[in-house]
């Protein structure tokens, strides 16, 4: 076996006071609805009126990408009646606000494994991939029965199946091959992760991408975020030494010449 090379992290990172790439777990959707004596779903529909602000929130400050978890390969395991508002939910925020991305310049993707979802979901989503496809000014990813888990097991298959066909031998399986085959290859990975809520857990998100994130934890529930809390999120991160491996002093000397 030939040595994995560990990737070589972007220098040019190293000084950036925005993050191009922010992750974020929606959370706390229903808490927020019971507070108001609420259904959880109606915490939902608050959650999508969030996602629409904090989606022009980023384009505003200068983000170059944004990707949201909003279901999750264990979120089947709620109650059915939740899980068909979720999915309605999907399908109508797509009708209602792909034409506005589209205006914008938002390029919008849906990474997870959607062959289960039903045929006019599917549809929705290749419709909004395909008019979107060409935007370049900001990339939204939609992670819809997601999990990080999920995603190194598709890639693995995909590289096992490359190997079964004699096309690649067991020294070409390296951390780039690996990357290529993720749900998302060609978007540097997130600076910064959000989850809202207070819970300090990863939850099977990004595994893999979130490997060099700065993570922040807020109590702030998802519908209640606002561009106040965005602007917290995005100071916290703004005062972070991000080190990649290489000592403090190195990274100030980097930082410096650059
Ligand atoms: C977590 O809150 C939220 C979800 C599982 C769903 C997130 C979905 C949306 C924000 C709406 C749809 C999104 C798009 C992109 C159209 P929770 O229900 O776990 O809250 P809790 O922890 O307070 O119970």
């Known amino acids: 076996m030939t040595e994995t090379r560990t990737p070589v992290p972007d220098t040019e ?52 990408a944004l990707t949201l978890f909003a279901f999750s390969s ?11 508002i979720l999915m309605q939910l999907f399908v109508s925020a797509l009708e209602s606000e792909v034409q506005k991305l589209h205006k914008q310049g938002i390029r919008l993707r849906v990474i997870g494994d959607t062959s289960v979802f039903s045929v006019k979901l599917r549809r929705k989503i290749e419709d909004a991939e395909r008019i979107t496809a060409n ?6 990813l939609i992670a819809a029965n997601y999990g990080g888990r ?14 079964s066909a004699g096309n690649i031998e067991a020294d070409d399986i390296n951390e780039d091959l690996l990357q290529s085959q993720l749900s998302f290859s060609d978007i540097p990975h997130p600076d ?8 300090s857990r990863i939850s099977n998100f990004l595994l893999w991408h979130l490997a060099y994130t700065e993570l922040y934890f807020t109590p702030v529930l998802w519908p209640d975020f606002n561009e ?17 491996g290489y000592t403090g002093e190195q990274i100030a000397q980097m930082t410096s010449n650059a």
């Not at 959707?29 to 779903?41: D, I, M, V």
């Not at 264990?74 to 068909?84: D, F, K, L, Q």
């Not at 999920?150 to 190997?163: G, L, M, N, P």
């Open 150 to 163: 999920w995603d190194i097991v598709q890639a693995t298959r995909k590289i096992c199946a490359e190997f």
């Open 192 to 199: 910064l992760f959000i989850r809202t809520g207070g819970e």
């Open 135 to 140: 935007n370049d000014r900001f990339d939204l």
């Open 13 to 64: 990172n190293l000084n950036r006071l925005v993050p191009m790439h922010i992750a974020i777990i929606m959370d706390g959707n229903g808490r927020w609805a019971k507070k108001r004596l609420l259904p959880r779903t109606a915490g939902h529909t608050a959650g999508v009126k969030s996602v629409r602000r904090t989606v022009e929130y980023c384009v505003k400050k200068g983000v170059k």
């Open 228 to 244: 106040s809390a965005l602007e917290d999120a995005m100071h916290d991160f703004s005062k972070r030494q991000r080190r990649f």
């Open 74 to 84: 264990e979120n089947w395991r709620r109650p059915a009646e939740e899980v068909s």
